[in-house]
């Protein structure tokens, strides 16, 4: 970019930058539409005063970063993390902008965040941070504006205190963000919705190239929200799942959990430690596990160049955002192991969450199974545009998810004549 007239000079290849400039390669990008796709529309950083319950007073760091509204108000999670920083909220906003264009809802890509350690703040301390949060961006957040979600360690209980204390200021508008309490305007199957997604890609792939998932051995790091649905919906398809794993402990059972029993363990106990019926193993070993299925459900960055010449699964599916290292994914090519990418298999969250969006303006709630066929249709469409795409250029499935996004997305750019 022209350096003369002061323009952003792009740099610091991150796995997304990476993972688009690969894309953008193919595509023939201009560097001027690069520097446009690569550059946030507008980033907030705040302050974050904050009572904790033994009187202290501390300052946490908020991030609220919008890249790429023209296809829709910007949409992303918000997460509260210790590792939250601005390079990750941008990173992972950058996905949201690929992952709603693919599946082609009309918004566009946001992502925010607080570095912090919820695990040891009580839920007062969690409601008042997250109230302070909220009066620090009401500004740029709105139901036409940017509408967060839930993403790593918030939930719909978070999402009602956002509403409420947007409403606060501006009048009730549930539409400003969702995943809330489905008393309080959120989406019938909201909840699952991310695991549900994970599971029906999963499903759709083993039919097109197989393994099919009758059958398959499914490894699952992470029983959170998404990693505890995708297992019981992938066992109710017929797969086994043999090996599971939280922060506290990881387990193994070759002949399968019931899955079930696992999500409700993990629910009560907040942690699968103490599970009966399998044998505790080590996180390492849990990745390495030889399986059809691995799907990494909970944080970036933990398929590396260091562990992944020791995968032995034929297929990983990327529930979590980014867990999948660019080097990592190098590796995976050469061994000829399919990668189907975050941007895909965990898109399911962000299309129900269009879905709730919907009702909430447009004041009509659907039933269960009008949410789940709905979703259900728009991402096999994905999925079948996506592997069609791949086996036209010859790319892996991630290449082929960002060519058809940022297509979708440089067409949406020329229209409103940015370009
Ligand atoms: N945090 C989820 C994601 O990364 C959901 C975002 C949303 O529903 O807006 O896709």
């Given at each position: 970019?022209p350096a003369?007239v002061?323009?952003i000079?792009?740099k ?8 688009f400039q690969?894309?953008?390669?193919h ?21 974050i005063?904050?009572?904790?319950d033994?009187?202290?007073?501390v ?22 993390h210790?590792e939250v ?13 690929w992952k ?11 992502k ?7 695990r ?9 941070l997250?109230?302070?949060f909220?009066?620090?961006i ?12 839930p ?10 205190w956002i509403?409420?204390e947007?409403?606060?200021l501006h ?6 963000v969702?995943g809330k ?9 909201r ?11 999963t499903?759709?792939y083993?039919k ?5 998932v ?5 490894v699952i790091?992470?029983?959170g ?5 995708a ?29 079930k029993?696992?999500a409700?363990?993990?629910?009560q106990?907040?942690?699968l430690k103490g ?7 080590d ?5 390495e596990?030889e ?7 909970a944080?970036g960055?933990?398929?590396t160049?260091f562990?992944?010449?020791?995968i ?7 529930a ?6 660019t080097?990592a994914?190098?590796?995976?090519e050469?061994?000829?192991?399919t990668?189907?990418p975050?941007i ?14 919907a009702?909430?303006i447009q004041?009509y ?12 249709n728009?991402?096999?469409a ?7 795409c791949a086996?036209?250029?010859k790319?892996?499935l ?9 297509q979708?997305?440089s ?9």
């Open positions: 970019m003369d002061g323009a000079q792009v610091d290849l991150n796995t997304t930058h990476f993972q690969q894309a953008a390669d595509l023939g990008l201009s560097e001027e539409l690069r520097a446009l796709l690569l550059t946030p529309y507008r980033e907030l950083t705040v302050q005063p904050v009572k904790l033994d009187g202290r007073l300052v946490f760091n908020g991030y609220r970063i919008q890249h790429n509204g023209a296809r829709g108000p910007y949409k992303g999670g918000l997460r509260y210790p920083d601005h390079d990750e909220v941008l990173s992972l906003a950058s996905l949201m902008t709603t264009a693919l599946v082609g809802i009309p918004m566009g890509g946001a925010g965040g607080v570095s912090c350690n919820p040891n703040m009580s839920v007062s301390e969690i409601q008042r997250t109230r302070a909220v009066s620090k009401h500004l740029v957040i709105g139901p036409y504006r940017d509408i967060p979600a993403d790593v360690n918030t939930n719909p209980q978070i999402m009602a509403m409420d947007y409403g606060k009048g009730f508008n549930p539409g400003v969702t309490p489905v008393s309080l305007g959120g989406s019938l199957g909840n699952e919705a991310t695991g549900r997604g994970v599971a029906l890609v499903a759709a083993g097109r190239k197989g393994p099919k009758q059958d398959a051995r499914v790091q992470g029983f929200n998404v990693g505890s649905h297992a019981v919906i992938l066992e109710e398809m017929g797969a086994k799942i043999v090996a599971v794993g939280d922060i506290e402990a990881n387990i193994f059972n070759p002949n399968g959990f019931d899955a029993k696992l409700a363990y993990a629910l106990n907040r942690s599970f009966p019926d399998g044998e505790e193993i996180p390492a070993t849990l990745l596990l399986c059809e299925y691995l799907i990494p459900a944080l960055g933990v398929i160049k562990n992944a010449d020791k032995r699964a034929k297929v990983i599916v990327e979590a955002n980014s867990p999948t290292t080097n994914d190098l590796v995976l050469d061994r000829g192991i990668v189907i975050d895909l298999a965990n898109a399911g969250g962000v299309t129900v969450s269009y879905f709730e969006w009702q909430n004041q709630k659907w039933d269960l199974n009008r949410v789940n066929t709905e979703l259900e728009i991402l096999i994905a999925f079948d545009k996506v592997l069609d086996e036209k250029e790319s892996t991630r290449v082929a998810a960002y060519l058809l996004a940022i979708e997305v067409e949406a750019l020329t229209l409103r004549g940015v370009l």
